[in-house]
């Protein structure tokens, strides 16, 4: 009789531990950007829509473990360290400087990159169909964005003559830039000239530079750092009385005239289904990268009117947005 109350005790307490391992696993999901913001309205909120559609519920089988650089760059490695050493599920970067910090460290954490222009172009993946390491995502951008761009600012400065790309090197890889400005000219008619800015220290002297070479208009390219920027550049366009066209329609809140790109929010409620495959043991060097299907025109009249521009009718028809 003891030996068989013993017993029966002991199966009870082996039977606890093993009702517990059954208890599903929290999936650790990491993300990084540049303020939380700006950060939770256009990516974090659609990306916790997609999940939720998915059968995700944030706090039961799944959590995020946030890390923002409050719009500081020279901080984005060391938080990124932070959320490596968390060793999370997955992680999530916004932006095509901290896809290429990603890259460099770490080769076993997943990462589904948002909102960078070309992953192969970036050294990301070897092929769309194909990515091969530990990095997919979600491009914002198509091949030829950067001349569609252009193409407006032509469309609604038909006489401009001189046209500057402002960029950040530590973000777009210049030299792809340098072969695309003789086809840019070419197709135009115009000078296309590259100015560098790797922080808002540098934005006087190009905006100088632009003045100086009499250039008509301007496009700037966007990354974290123009993003926490936006207002600075806008102010200097206004200043300078420069046209300019943005890589997304949050930058035109600070005075930009128009706009070309990808939506964010789309693509970031898209990519809840590649943190899912991911987390279902899916590698993501197996998943393609995607380019964005929907792309935003919009158009601000509000800066046109103080630019002394006429928008073309065909231009306001053909606009997802007009802001007046």
């Not at 009870?12 to 700006?38: C, E, H, M, W, Y």
């Not at 993501?284 to 995607?290: C, Q």
Request: glycine share 8%; with cysteine.
């Amino acid at each position: 009789m003891k030996r068989r109350t013993l017993s029966g005790t002991f199966l009870v307490l082996l039977a606890s531990p093993l009702v517990n391992s059954a208890q599903p696993r929290k999936a650790r999901v990491g993300f990084i950007g540049s303020t939380a913001r700006d950060s939770l309205r256009t990516f974090v909120d659609p990306l916790r829509q997609g999940l939720r559609e998915l059968g995700y519920v944030e706090g039961q089988n799944y959590a995020f473990e946030f890390r923002w650089a409050e719009g500081k760059q020279e901080r984005f490695p060391g938080l990124l360290a932070e959320l490596i050493a968390l060793a999370p599920d997955v992680i999530v970067t916004v932006g095509a400087r901290l896809a290429m910090l990603a890259k460099d460290a770490t080769t076993t954490i997943p990462v589904v990159a948002l909102a960078i222009d070309d992953p192969v172009e970036m050294g990301l993946a070897v092929s769309y169909a194909r990515p091969g390491g530990n990095i997919t995502g979600l491009s914002g951008a198509f091949h030829g964005m950067l001349a569609k761009r252009l193409q407006l600012l032509k469309d609604l400065v038909p006489a401009a003559r001189r046209f500057a790309v402002l960029m950040n090197p530590l973000s777009v890889v210049r030299a792809d830039l340098d072969k695309s400005v003789p086809n840019w000219e070419r197709t135009l008619g115009v000078q296309v000239m590259l100015l560098e800015a790797r922080g808002p220290n540098d934005f006087d002297a190009a905006f100088a530079t632009m003045a100086r070479e009499r250039v008509d208009a301007v496009a700037i390219l966007g990354d974290e750092m123009s993003w926490t920027h936006r207002a600075r550049l806008g102010e200097l366009c206004t200043k300078y009385r420069l046209p300019s066209v943005w890589g997304g329609a949050g930058f035109l809140d600070a005075g930009g005239l128009v706009s070309y790109q990808g939506d964010f929010a789309a693509l970031s409620r898209r990519a809840a289904s590649f943190v899912d495959k991911i987390l279902k043991g899916t590698k993501p060097g197996d998943i393609p990268f995607e380019q964005a299907t929907k792309l935003e025109l919009v158009v601000n009249l509000k800066a046109a009117k103080a630019l002394g521009i006429t928008v073309p009718q065909s231009l306001l028809v053909s606009a997802d947005e007009v802001i007046e």
